[in-house]
Structures are given as structure tokens and as C-alpha cells.
């Protein structure tokens, strides 16, 4: 349940009629999220392909320390990505839960200016400043 006096003002009202909205908009992300997903994890195996073909002297031969760091940099924007979808799943079980928009943190509402710039967010903003 959300906090009663998120529920007394305008601003849970507000959230509750952009839901659907909300829920478009968090879907596509996913999609997205997922797609570069996919193209992230094609170039970690053409990567290793590469470093396979490159009969892999990682220590000495350039070639196979541009294949390492290409390898840690996919490695790191996949990470980047799985937990940018693990963020849309968790905002879409909020949205399904009925606490959409209501910090985790502190129960107190996320603002809907920063729902619109990270509709995903978790926390409001005092509670990510703090979270640094
Ligand atoms: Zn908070």
C-alpha cells in the first residue's frame, strides 16, 4: 500500500491516470534494453571468435590486448544493460503492485519529473543522492 498521505494528494491521482502511459513506455524501453542486449552478447562471441582465430597470445601480441579490452569494454556495457533491464522488470512488478512511483527506500513519492526522465527509477531523488 502506498503511504496515506501519498494517496491524499494530487500527486498519487497524477500517477495513477499516466499508468497505462507509463507501462507503454516502460515495455518499450525493455524492448530496447533487450535488443541491445543482444547485440552486445553477438559481439562478445564475435569477440571471442576473434581471440580464438588470433591463437591468442594475449600477453605479448597487440592484437590480442585490443581484443582484450574490447572484450572487458562489451563485457561492461552488457552488465550496463542487464541491469538497466533488471531495473524496467522491477518497475514494471512496482506497476503491477500498486507502488509505482513510491520510493523504495523511503516510501515517499518519487517525482513525476523524475519518473519522466527515468520512468525505471526506484528512488526519489533525495534517496539517490544520498545512495552515491
Ligand atoms: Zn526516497
Redesign the pocket.
Known sequence: MPPAFAQSNGWYAGIMTKLPEVRRRLAADRAAALAQLGRLERDQADIVAAAQAANGDDEHDPEGATIAFEREHTAALAGQARRHLADIDAALSRLDAGRYGT?E??G?PVSPARLAARPAAA??I??AARAR
Open positions: 520510493c527506500r523511503c515517499g528512488t526519489c533525495t534517496c
